[in-house]
């Protein structure tokens, strides 16, 4: 073996279940695990949808109580709020219901909870470390955190406004995954395409990661192929069953590679754009992708596999083969942006709201990004950020 192929990367122990109908399976894996308090959080949707009720029936005495309004980026009050609802009821997990917010809020109440029940800071020093409170995560949209020991939270500033912090640890990463695609028929259109795009932008982001890994390109590229067909049929027909779960498995594979890749460019812009500009992060993705692809066209990761990662991409979304890496990462891009245009996703920041004026603070924030510098690419100063802001507004 060649130093060009040396790797390293975290697994998480999770137990996966995916079904339609998964959800009648959540009783059985609960008792497996000997979990008998739960708290269950999520979002307005999934109780106006029946989700809450369902999961109500399922669970009988074991769920103890519901967070029910989780918002959007998760603010650091609402985790305050809910980890003292957590903690009132002695909970042995928390169930996330719901789309990257939820599940978000899930793995921060372990943590809270953890930290408040042993007076230790909740971080794990050890990859293997358990959590003594675990997530169970059930995904209602393609965003992908429940494969993940990511969260994010975002934090008023002393002056005003706000920024949205990440914390990563093994121990958050969900112990139970259950992905029922039925749970998904309801989402609504622009939901669809946009948590969709997220997951495409997470397969990109694993093949031009700094720390890709045979692992990790596997299921990115098994990921592009899922969403680029199955996209524009749950788009096209949104109770088409198969279609749904051939996306969420797309999904699952994107937030495989999202886990134990090193994320770029395009997470770092996005999360400044959802935690500092109120954008929505699957707006924002759907409008940052083509252009992080174009800005990193050029950009060269170490082995394996060997081939660049514009032609990995351009064959996994079934384009034909281009005269160079470089114009296949172009092409790909190209099919990217267009593919956003059909879904009726805004290919602008000025649509989602974005002033103009503030895109300068946009880039010097992004810049500070940790996931920015792990850019391909260096990234060395914020101008380039704010000409790729700009190109996108
Ligand atoms: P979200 O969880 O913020 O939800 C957006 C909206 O969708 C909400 O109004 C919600 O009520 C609604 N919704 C969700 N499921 C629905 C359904 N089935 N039917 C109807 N409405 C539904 O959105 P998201 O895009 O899934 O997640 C984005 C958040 O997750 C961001 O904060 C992002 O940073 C984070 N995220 C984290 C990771 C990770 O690995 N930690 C990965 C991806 C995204």
């Avoid at 949209?141 to 939270?153: D, N």
Wanted: hydrophobic share 45%.
């Amino acid at each position: 073996m060649t130093t060009d192929h040396e790797f390293r990367y975290l697994g998480y122990a999770q137990e996966v279940i995916f079904a339609p109908g998964a959800l009648a399976r959540l009783p059985d894996a609960v008792q497996r695990f000997g979990w008998s308090r739960l708290l269950l959080v999520t979002s307005g949707s999934a109780r106006r949808a029946g989700q809450v009720e369902q999961l109500e029936r399922l669970l009988g005495g074991r769920l103890l109580a519901v967070y029910d309004h989780v918002q959007p980026h998760v603010p650091e009050a609402q985790v305050a709020e809910a980890v003292s609802l957590a903690a009132q009821h002695t909970v042995e997990a928390v169930i996330g219901l719901g789309g990257g917010s939820p599940l978000g809020m899930a793995k921060a109440v372990s943590q809270g909870l953890e930290a408040q029940r042993t007076g230790q800071p909740a971080r794990a020093a050890f990859p293997t470390e358990q959590p003594l409170v675990p997530v169970i995560a059930i995904p209602t949209t393609y965003a992908g955190s429940e494969m993940t020991a990511v969260y994010g939270v975002t934090r008023q500033k002393p002056g005003g406004g706000t920024l949205k912090v990440t914390v990563t640890d093994p121990k958050v990463a969900p112990k139970l995954v259950v992905y029922d695609p039925e749970l998904t028929l309801d989402l609504p259109s622009e939901l669809t395409a946009s948590t969709g795009i997220n997951a495409l932008a997470h397969c990109v982001e694993a093949l031009y990661s700094v720390t890709r890994h045979p692992m990790s390109t596997a299921a990115a590229l098994g990921g592009l192929r899922y969403i680029s067909q199955a996209l524009p049929r749950c788009h096209a027909e949104p109770r088409d069953l198969p279609a749904r779960a051939d996306m969420l498995a797309g999904a699952h594979l994107a937030g495989a590679s999202l886990a134990s890749a090193a994320m770029a460019l395009h997470h770092g812009l996005c999360h400044v754009l959802g935690g500092t500009a109120g954008v929505p992060h699957g707006i924002a993705n759907s409008i940052i992708l083509p252009h992080a692809m174009r800005f990193n066209a050029g950009a060269q990761v170490p082995p394996p596999p060997a081939q660049a990662w514009g032609e990995l991409a351009a064959a996994a979304l079934g384009l034909p083969p281009a005269d160079s890496p470089i114009a296949a990462a172009m092409a790909a891009a190209d099919w990217v942006y267009q593919l956003v245009g059909r879904l009726g996703l805004p290919q602008h920041l000025r649509d989602a709201g974005v002033n103009e004026a503030d895109l300068p603070r946009l880039a010097q924030l992004a810049f500070e990004s940790r996931t920015v510098q792990n850019n391909p690419l260096p990234i060395t100063s914020p101008a380039p950020l704010e000409a790729l802001l700009r190109a996108a507004w």
